[in-house]
């Protein structure tokens, strides 16, 4: 279902790169003032196809890749200039890291990063256009209808740049709310083949409702003759959405879905990286500790750190530590004296030095500790206070499943969403929570590392 996506992730990639190495020849050519030689670019071409690489991961991290979200209408020029900052600094950083005594590229550098990235901006413009073509687009059609269905509805008329169309809808409930222009509905069943031909989808999304129908399957089923793709509704909810719907939870549906698997070479993968990143958080720890600590105390009465209790794997509460970035309102220098209250984007409890912290992440620096003592992984779902969970768990029976895994600093939900300040959010918190443990793998690993680096370096911590 994501290969369309994947697909156009691929063109944009391709483009940047052709667009960094036709800037590098007019770099050359503006940095000799003729048109340069086959010896010329030869001699710095390794050079250079490596510095392309890190350039296109530092617009991966930047969220330049993620179709969808950087669209035409937002034109991505902020990013961009970030993206091509960043790339300078780490153009100069690898060129004397290795340095060569035939390659001296500072003019070539700079000049390199300015007409490539001011090319990729004119690739991008034609590019995201081209993205929304028709040919670049799966039409879908829904057979049944429900909140999740007008959920989808709802998001990919917002964002067209994900691919998908909904063209069709079979409504055999007579369910439908509100519907775009464009999308058509039928609420016959002895209609779904010719309406399905009438409207050429290349995907077909069946509700689970509609697989307890006989009469629904049959007509189901002479679809499969023909060259499109029937797919779950509950699959490309979250394919869409990275969330697992509410509608499906069950007893039945956890166990087969988050039931223990064979994750031996995952679970080696996860000590490396929990090591690594622990020994450099450890590192930045020590550095800031001094600074940090000064400052807590010049500017609020109270203690450096803060200490809270959260549950942990299997429920097991453990304490977390911070750097404290709110005043301290009762004895224990924590910063509520009514019970627990969410944290909120706006709270007026943040110092301002507590806001500096939590905008770079340097209050989560402590948790290097918790890290340490095995308390918590580099990923996985952030840990929350018993009296939250307990709470949480009377309106949310199923909320102790997100405590199967080691919570993490980072993880699925951090990345989609901020302060869950309500019940209805955490329960959206929850949705990312069990789709994180379901799909858990080193590349959802990798992608939530390297865009968690995008929120620091773009200071947008919470």
Known sequence: MRVLYRIKQLILMCGDFGTFAIGFYIALALRKMTLPTGDDVTRHATLFFVTFILWILVNYINGLYDVGRITIRQHATRRLVQSASASLVIGVIFFYVLPSRDITPKTILLLTVICGYALSALWRFVALKMLETKRLTSRIVCVGYTSETQELIDILTKEPERGYTIVGIVDTDHTVSSLPKGVDVTNSLDETYSFVLKHQPSLIVVAPHIRGNQEA??????LLFLPMHVVDLIAFYETVTGRIPPSVFSESWFLEHLKEKDHSMYEKWQVIVDCSVGVLLGVLFLVFLPLVAVVIKLTSPGPIFFKQQRVGKHGDVFTLYKFRSMYALSADGSAETGGYQFATKKDTRVTPVGRVLRRTRIDELPQVLNLFKRDMSVIGPRPERPEIV?????????????????????????????????????????????????????????????????????????
Not at 217 to 222: S, T, V
């Open 217 to 222: 399957m049959r007509a189901l089923y002479q």
């Open 390 to 462: 307990a709470d949480l768990t009377k309106d949310m029976s199923y909320y102790p499943l997100r405590h199967i895994v080691r919570p993490g600093l980072t993880g699925w939900a951090v990345l989609h969403q901020h302060y869950a300040d309500t019940h209805e959010k955490s329960l959206e918190k929850l949705q990312y929570d069990l789709y994180y443990i379901q799909h858990r793998s080193i590349i959802l690993d990798l992608s939530i590392l390297l865009r968690t680096l995008n929120i620091v370096f773009r200071l947008m911590g919470q």
